[in-house]
């Protein structure tokens, strides 16, 4: 089993920036792919960005340039600095990871306000 905990969420003005954190503990390596999602009210959950342990990261095309996606192998965390924020940045962000399966974190809220 993996036990993802996300951290760092908040409000926000639109234009200000937050940083997400998500560890990842349990039977977990660093060559699984992590990742976050966001899942705005009434809409389904979409790709936000992901990364493997040591190859080409991935971008939602509305977060490139402004979203950055990172891991600490040695730590098995994963992080998303989000810069430039919008209130259609506003959704609960879930930490994704992969290992035979998906796995999910509990989701933190970010809320930007205008």
């Known amino acids: 089993q993996v036990q993802l905990v996300e951290s760092g969420g908040g409000l926000v003005q639109a234009g200000g920036s937050l940083r997400l954190s998500c560890a990842a503990s349990g039977i977990f390596s660093s060559i699984n792919p992590m990742g976050w999602y966001r899942q705005a009210p009434g809409k389904q959950r979409e790709l936000v960005a992901t990364?493997?342990?040591?190859?080409?990261?991935n971008y939602a095309d509305s977060m490139k340039g402004r979203f950055t996606i990172s891991r600490d192998n040695a730590k098995n965390t994963v992080y998303l600095q989000m810069n430039s924020l919008k209130p259609e940045d506003t959704a609960v962000y879930y930490c994704?990871?992969?290992?035979?399966?998906?796995?999910w974190g509990q989701g933190t809220q970010v809320t930007v306000s205008s």
């Open positions: 994704w990871a992969w290992r035979f399966k998906d796995y």
């Open positions: 990364i493997p342990s040591g190859g080409v990261t």
